[in-house]
């Protein structure tokens, strides 16, 4: 064997730590006096782990120390002296644990590392050593994966727990992992050992804490499932235990009873009578084994039910538990009976270095199996079955037991030969929780998982995430959603139970893990196992303990015990860790004092002359009867004396017959700190849950509890209750983190205390409680509880007086009111102690700031309640003093009196001589009592004046005498008088400290006169007025409400926007219901005043909606009325001018029902004026109208160009002279009557023209087009108004500049504040936009750039005032020319209204930037760039000026929006002369190129000979199509995808440029063009182009060109292109 190093005395740092110092002795009780050993090491010990004969150090760095017998390695390591497990170095372990006989680590990463005995597979299959093995010497990875994934995923483990044969590890998702052998592993399995770690499915889906391990048992600590799928009375949400305080929790359980049909939990019996072969260590107890000694072992032998060895079989799987596969009853017992009468005896001598306990030798659990035979089984398969009782003392019955192994795969059912006989129902009760019958109905709460089915952890992709695997408590201590442990839990068990160590009620065995039902609710925080007992410790400091008590391990007298039940503890004794060994425990509470002392349950060691009378008397004694218990052990836990002088112990560890403590020294008070504020909160914890226990439940189950408070104090009560639990789960939790902080306190840093961590939880749960104690307090509510519970505890008053922390004797209510303000003086406790935790720091440091904070925090909190707690106690003394009705309707739970004026302190201004005026200022209110005689509680009239809505302004001093104070209220205002200075400032300060609170403040007061005169409050009006009886919700000023807020009347009315100056003013939505029509009118705008104003949508309830300008309430101005889409009679839209809610001026109405536009004027809501009309046959007609009707002279013309001019007497009727003109020419003129439509009566004379006689321009002037229509400059007038008006101007270029960009920048803000879904691109424009662009210089070339992009980005966003203006154009021009408007004879008024349009827009600019020259102007400056960068704004022309038009500058930002209305037009206009024209060019270009230039008369030497393509050429032949001048005909077809004329004639001159370029290499240098080479070649170019619509492209650029480029190159190449036009559409149709 290697050599190793025996000690770390060898280390670097010699100096002995200040903590994790271990103590360590064997176990005994306090009359023998043991000796703890305290190991010295040159280290911290992080964590101790103690099996039955070894044990292992966790120290700092990570290191592992192994002491003990090492059995594995055939040496005995003294604890002085501890060994390095040199294989782990570097492995930075963060956690060990020791089995019986086996070792395990945790790295940081996850891992885990086994070694020790491995005859059972609890090492697992390792990398170093084979299946075969016994031993694993060295430490040895083991990996835990996860098969339900795809791919498979390496498990994270976070903490480990080992039993003699069996491990189990705990991953990071809360999962539980098994290998070994037994029915401990919990595992769906019949083949044992498992090797590999696999899952407890039966555990899947559900939330692992903790596990430990007994010899042949488990535990697991699980989070509760939330109550979701039961009927309770809170269904939603996370509740605490007992959270509602309408039930106890015996009744809460029950009503969260399910059916047992779930979930059979069948138990099993294990069998005593074992036969065959078996290992050394089996035969005999534990034994160290020697050199040479050594030996594999079968792994697995089959016995026949004669007992002797048979071949290796599989065992058959329908002996299954949860199975009865048996054909009837009576079979299964006739083979019960036939295997039992095998069994043999066998006699077991116990070497003296085995110090088992003796549960060993009378257990079947003794004889655990190397290899997990199911373990079975006697079962419970009637209902009808005795029920089974079992005493293990004084029976008298000597019964043999075996500790021989069963092998691998034995499955034996077997009954006992003999029952025993129940000795007294006190010994034992196998059955004590629930009969039977009743187990249906009392099931647990939790059901257990369903690994048949699948887990729903198996759909987890990955459970490797990450986590911290460190910490003794890693898993313990987890978050339940707000950072801190949760209570909700349950301890689950499985394993061997013939001692009642699973704590189900009887002795048989689990296969799987089953919830222990009476410890749900319990708020167990921690379990521990020790060979044959179970102990559990909850949140209360209360201990629970079950299983085997031979040796009075369980701490109280009843043994077996197989229901847990709580340990008898001395009084003022607060468990708050504990561990298990073999035959005892050990418990580390809180006492008088900080320090934390230990008590121990179990055996003693009596002195040698009490041993050597027993063993003299022991040898007499027969040797076939074993001893059934300890000869002596304690009773009760018992306390130790020495635990004082190891120092503040953190933790306890027990294994085998050893106990182990690691403590602290006390450096700096720092430890002392902590554990006093860990053991203040536990006994804090214990007073609150003792409150509950024998006050508050009771009194809720009482059924007259209800009538006795009254209908308000029972909500209250119910309400204090609630805040009361909360503070009791907030504490139980807290007090659970700090237990696991204690743990690990050297690990751990200050700051993550749950109180810095989570102040503003801790603040806000005792400010609500404070709140329900103080509401409860005013109202009386403690008065009538006394009395209640009086009645409730009977002759028990000495309960009450025991809650009761004062040593005032109990009288009244003083004594509850006093116990339930208690808890407030926890708040100075944790300043006071987080103090002190800061002195131990120095004042720059981090943790010194953290903790000085949470210091403040909290007694600045413990003042404010206390504060609080004096206002109740005045406010319920002033109503006891001042009774009555009046006095009644007053008192409100939230109410608190702050000073009252019945000595006549105050008093009215100007009152009467004979009134009396009683003020009463609360937190809430200032109350004013009008004819009251405050002495005898007289009250006649009131009124209430909250605080929200309460303004206080002192009167300065001005000669009269009078100590003034102005009150101003929403609806009136007064002024109040104080008797004196003093009494005057004393109403001041308190009402000015009254409205800081009440608005939200420290309620520590301003000065006189500097309460917020802006808040935000709520307010019913009932003065009269519009808002009467209104509620508003929203901003004041000064008594008045202003800005935002929300105003509702009775009747449903509701606004909800901008106020100023007590008014509607702003941006505002208001809803107006309508009964009628049971639909709502909308309006969503702008107020001023009170009234509509400005812009906004006004949606009415019959369906109608107008969206435009209004003044006064009233329409007027700009607006679009939309109407009919729920009406049955018509269906319209107008768009125009409104002056007093009446269509006045121009618009156009579009009557999309007749098919007919009206574009014209109107005068009170007719048509009046001049206008045209159109309709969907194509009709067109202007002329006048008078009283909504076609009177006058009128033009009409149809769609086939007959034209009617004349007199008009109605809509389409005609009725006096006028004149006819056909297609053809001809003419009927004289009186005409009738209909147009119908038909005409004439009576006249008709003119046929001869072929030679000349045009009569006469007549024709009678046709034309536009005579009667309005000039386009006066259309949209009201658009521009608006405008105008958002600029700040009252009429067109009358208004200051400085506040139209002002305007500006307030619009573009208000607009990004008011819009919270903006993109981010908007967001960025909007940026842009807000600031004030330079406006006063004169333009230049470097800045008129700057104001171009300006005015693009001005232009497209709708929330500037330009952008919203182009917006509006574009709607108008729209839905007039779009629709019905598409009529070919409106082409020039649709032309001329868009010049108009740049014209105006044009003079907003220039009011803006008043630097702009005029239209047609230059600017006499080189342009910073070539013209042909800037198209659609400058053009270059000879000299180097640049001109600048309306044109030029805003027809790119209007025109694309106005392109495809009017492009329609141009496309009807030349109809015909486009089937012309496409005609020919479809002819035309059937023939070859060369055939082509030949005929279009191109000299030859323009023809191209070569075609490239991709960089090889080709010879163009004869019958060559479309290879030639490739690049100037897909130029030239580009033209169609602009918009602006400046655009197309760049796409003209680009296409004359690439028609150069391909023309010079075939000519000279110096070669120029002459119109008579050019035009046939263009001509080619266009043909060859085939654009649809030449010619509107054409006339569009003709009337829209900008006038200066008409005399240059580009309006030279552009008459080029109109040429090419007219050519193609006269050339010779053959």
């Known amino acids: ?155 994270r483990v976070v903490d480990l727990a080992f039993g003699r044969e069996h491990s189990l590890a705990l991953s990071a998702q809360n999962e539980l992992w098994a290998w070994g052998s037994g029915c401990q592993l919990g595992l769906v399995t019949s083949s044992f050992p498992v090797w590999k770690p696999q899952k407890v499915e039966h555990l899947a889906g559900r939330h692992v804490i903790q596990v430990a391990c007994g010899a042949y048992h488990s535990l697991a600590l699980v989070r509760s499932l939330p109550p979701t799928n039961y009927n309770t009375q809170n269904p939603s949400g996370k509740t605490e235990r007992g959270q509602s305080p309408h039930y ?114 009378t257990s079947d659990d003794s004889c655990a199996s190397s290899t997990p035979s199911t373990d079975l089984l006697t079962s419970s398969y009637k209902e009808d079955s005795p029920t ?157 303990s079950w299983g085997s008590n031979m040796c009075g391990q369980l701490g109280h007298v009843n043994s077996p015990i197989t229901v847990p039940k709580q340990a008898k503890l001395s009084d003022g004794l607060r468990v708050w ?31 040698m002359s009490a041993q050597s009378e027993r063993s003299h008397q022991k040898g007499q004694r027969s040797c076939q009867k074993s001893p059934n218990r300890a000869e002596s052990y304690t009773v009760r836990p018992t306390l130790l004396p020495f635990c004082i002088e190891m120092g503040y112990i953190s933790s306890v560890c027990s294994g085998g017959q050893s106990c182990a403590v690691l403590a602290d020294q006390n450096v700096m008070s720092f430890i002392s700190a902590i554990h006093e504020l860990a053991s203040r909160e536990r006994k804090f914890c214990c007073w609150l849950s003792r409150v509950r226990e024998l006050l508050l439940t009771p009194l809720h189950n009482r059924e007259s509890a209800c009538p006795s408070l009254g209908e308000p104090c029972t909500h209250l009560f119910f309400s204090l209750s609630e805040s009361f639990i909360r503070l009791s789960a907030l504490i139980g939790r807290h007090s659970t983190s700090l237990s696991y902080f204690l743990h690990d306190a050297q690990g751990r840093d200050v700051t993550s205390l749950p109180l810095l961590t989570h102040t503003d939880h801790f603040m806000d749960i005792y400010k609500e409680y404070c709140s329900s104690v103080g509401n409860f307090q005013v109202m009386g509510g403690f008065q009538s509880l006394h009395k209640l519970s009086l009645e409730c505890l009977g002759s028990q008053q000495t309960m009450l007086t025991q809650l009761c922390v004062s040593d005032q004797p109990v009288k009244g209510d003083f004594d509850l009111v006093l116990l339930f303000y208690w808890p407030l003086q926890q708040l100075h406790q944790y300043s006071r102690v987080l103090l002190k935790l800061a002195a131990c720091y120095s004042v720059l440091t981090t943790e010194y700031q953290f903790l000085h904070q949470g210091c403040t925090h909290f007694e600045s909190l413990s003042l404010s309640l206390l504060k609080r707690k004096k206002e109740a106690e005045t406010t319920f003394i002033f109503w006891k003093t001042h009774s009555g009705k009046t006095a009644e309707a007053l008192r409100l739970p939230q109410r608190r009196v702050v000073c009252e004026s019945s000595n006549r302190s105050l008093t009215l201004q100007n009152a009467g001589r004979f009134s009396n005026h009683w003020f009463m200022l609360f937190n809430d209110a200032l109350v004013h009592t009008q004819g009251a005689i405050p002495s005898k509680s007289l009250f006649s009239t009131h009124h209430i004046y909250p605080l929200t809505c309460l303004w206080v302004k002192p009167v300065t001093e001005d000669g009269s005498g009078l100590y003034a104070i102005r009150i101003t209220c929403p609806e009136e205002s007064f002024t109040l008088v104080a008797s004196t200075p003093q009494e005057k400032n004393k109403w001041l300060r308190s009402l000015n400290q009254a409205l800081d609170q009440a608005l939200g403040g420290g309620g520590q007061g301003s000065l006189p006169g500097t309460t917020a005169m802006s808040r ?150 007719q048509r009046h004026g001049s206008a045209v009309v159109v309709n969907q046959n194509g009709v067109y007609f202007e002329g006048t109208f008078r009283d909504n009707k076609m009177s006058g002279p009128g033009l009409l013309v149809s769609e086939d160009d007959t034209a009617f001019h004349g007199e008009f007497s109605d809509d389409w009727t005609i009725n006096g002279k006028g004149v006819l003109s056909l297609v053809y020419g001809d003419c009927l003129e004289g009186l005409f009557s009738g209909k147009w439509a119908t038909g005409l009566k004439v009576d006249g004379m008709y003119t046929k023209p001869a072929p030679e006689e000349p045009e009569n321009k006469e007549r024709n002037s009678l046709f034309r087009l536009g005579q009667y229509v309005v000039p386009a400059g006066q259309r949209w007038a009201c658009v521009f108004d608006e405008c105008w008006s958002r600029l700040g101007c009252d009429a067109p270029k009358r208004g200051e500049r400085t506040a139209a960009w002002e305007n500006i920048a307030v619009t573009i803000t208000t607009a990004q504040r008011n819009s919270p879904d903006l993109s981010r691109s908007q967001r960025k424009v909007l940026e842009c936009l807000e600031f004030i662009p330079q406006h006063g210089q004169t333009v230049t070339t470097a800045n008129y750039d700057n104001i171009r992009r300006y005015l693009i980005k001005a232009c497209e966003t709708p929330l500037h005032p330009l952008g919203w203006l182009v917006e509006t154009l574009v709607t108008v021009y729209r839905m007039t020319y779009i629709g019905v408007g598409s009529n070919r004879r409106l082409l020039r008024q649709a032309v001329q209204e868009l010049l108009a349009y740049l014209t105006d827009l044009f003079s907003i600019v220039r009011f803006l930037f008043p630097g702009l020259p005029d239209d047609g102007s230059i600017i006499p400056e080189l342009p910073t760039s070539p013209s042909k960068s800037r198209p659609n704004s400058t053009i270059e022309e000879p000299g180097c000026v640049l001109v600048v038009s309306c044109s030029s500058l805003l027809l790119p930002l209007l025109l694309p929006h106005l392109y495809r209305p009017l492009f329609t037009l141009y496309c009807l206009q030349e109809e015909q002369e486009e089937t012309q024209y496409w005609e020919r060019i479809l002819r035309l270009n059937k023939q070859p190129d060369q055939s082509l230039l030949s005929f279009l008369g191109v000299q030859e030497k323009f023809w191209p000979v070569w075609l490239s393509i991709l960089g090889e050429k080709k010879q163009i032949v004869s019958s060559s199509k479309d290879a030639c001048f490739v690049s100037a005909v897909e130029t030239l077809q580009q033209i169609s995808t602009t918009f602006t004329p400046s655009d197309k004639l760049m796409v003209i001159q680009k296409t004359f440029e690439e028609l150069t370029q391909e023309i010079k290499p075939m000519l000279d240098g110096n070669f120029l063009w002459c119109m008579d080479d050019l035009l046939p070649l263009f001509l080619y170019v266009v043909l060859r182009a085939r654009i649809r619509n030449l010619g509107a492209e054409v006339n569009l650029i003709d009337d829209l060109m900008d006038p200066n480029l008409q005399h240059g190159e580009l309006g030279l190449m552009f008459t080029t292109l109109k040429a090419c036009y007219i050519q193609i559409q006269h050339e010779a149709a053959t």
């Not at 709520?1018 to 929203?1034: H, I, L, N, P």
């Open 1 to 155: 064997m290697e050599k190793r190093e025996e000690s770390p005395v060898s280390e670097q740092d010699p100096t002995p730590p200040e903590r994790g110092l271990l103590h360590i002795w064997q176990s005994a009780g306090p009359s023998a006096q043991p000796c703890p050993e305290r190991v010295l090491l040159s280290r911290s010990v992080l964590q101790t782990a103690l099996g039955e004969h070894h044990g292992l150090l966790l120290t700092q760095g990570g290191l592992v120390y192994s002491f003990g017998e090492l059995l594995w390695r055939d040496v005995s390591v003294p604890v002085s002296a501890p060994v390095l497990e040199e294989a782990l170095l570097g492995k930075m372990v963060v956690r060990v644990a020791a089995g019986g006989f086996h070792c395990g680590a945790l790295s940081e990463q996850g891992n885990i590392y086994m070694w020790g005995e491995n005859t059972a597979g609890q090492c697992g299959l390792t990398e170093r050593g084979e299946t075969t093995n016994l031993t694993v010497s060295e430490p040895c990875p083991l990996t835990v994966v996860d098969s339900d994934v795809v791919p498979p995923a390496v498990v």
């Open 248 to 361: 106890s929790v015996k009744e809460r359980e029950e009503r969260l009873s399910v059916d047992a049909g779930h979930y059979c939990p069948l138990g099993v019996e294990l069998t005593e009578d074992m036969t065959g072969e078996t290992s050394p260590r089996r035969k005999d107890p534990r034994r160290r084994l020697l050199p040479g000694q050594r030996k594999n072992l079968p792994v697995c032998t089959k016995l026949k039910p004669d007992g002797h060895p048979d071949s290796l079989t599989q065992t058959d799987g329908s002996l299954r538990a949860n199975k009865n596969s048996f054909p009837d009853e009576m079979e299964l017992q006739n083979l019960l009976q036939k295997l039992s009468s095998h069994s043999l005896e066998m006699c077991h001598t116990a070497r003296p270095g085995d110090t088992d306990s003796l549960s060993s030798y």
């Open 388 to 544: 089974r009782s079992q005493s293990n003392n004084n029976s008298g019955v000597a019964v043999p037991y075996s500790s021989s192994p069963v092998c691998l795969d034995e499955v034996r059912l077997c009954l006992e030969a003999e029952r025993r006989t129940l000795q007294g129902q006190k010994s034992s009760s196998l059955t004590n929780i629930n009969q039977k019958g009743n187990a249906a109905a009392n099931r647990r709460r939790s059901l257990p998982g369903t690994p048949t089915r699948g887990s729903p952890r198996q759909r987890r992709p990955c459970p490797c995430i990450p986590g911290s695997a460190g910490g003794s408590h890693a898993a313990a201590e987890e978050e339940a959603g707000d950072g801190l442990p949760s209570l909700e839990t349950e301890v689950w068990s499985w394993g061997r139970g013939s001692e009642g160590q699973l704590g189900h009620g009887d002795q048989l065995a689990r296969l799987q893990p089953l919830c222990i039902k009476c410890l749900t609710g319990e708020e167990v925080i921690k379990v521990a196992a020790g060979s044959h007992h179970s102990l559990a410790v909850t949140a209360h400091c209360q201990v629970y």
């Open 577 to 607: 860790d504990v561990s298990a060994g073999q035959s005892h425990s050990l418990l580390l509470a809180d006492g008088d004092c900080v320090q934390p002392v230990l008590l121990y349950c179990g055996q003693q060691q009596e002195p």
């Open 1016 to 1165: 935000t409050a709520s307010y019913t009006f009932t003065g009269e007025g519009r808002f009467k009886d209104a509620m508003y919700t929203g901003g004041w000023l000064a008594g008045q409400v202003h800005g935002r807020g929300k105003m509702k009347w009775p009747d449903a009315r509701t606004y909800s926007g901008n106020f100023k100056n007590g008014q509607e003013d702003g941006y505002g939505e208001c809803i107006i219901p309508h009964k009628e029509l049971s639909k709502p009118d909308i309006y969503q705008g702008h107020w001023k005043d009170g009234k509509i104003h400005g812009f906004g949508k006004y949606k009415y309830a019959n369906g109608e909606v107008y969206e435009g300008c209004f003044c006064d309430g009233q329409r007027h101005g700009y607006g679009m009325l939309s109407s009919g889409k729920l009406a049955k009679k018509t269906s319209s839209v107008f768009i125009g001018q409104w002056v007093n809610d009446r269509k006045t001026g121009y618009g156009v109405h579009d009557n999309i029902t007749r098919g007919e536009k009206y574009m014209g004027l109107w005068l009170d809501e």
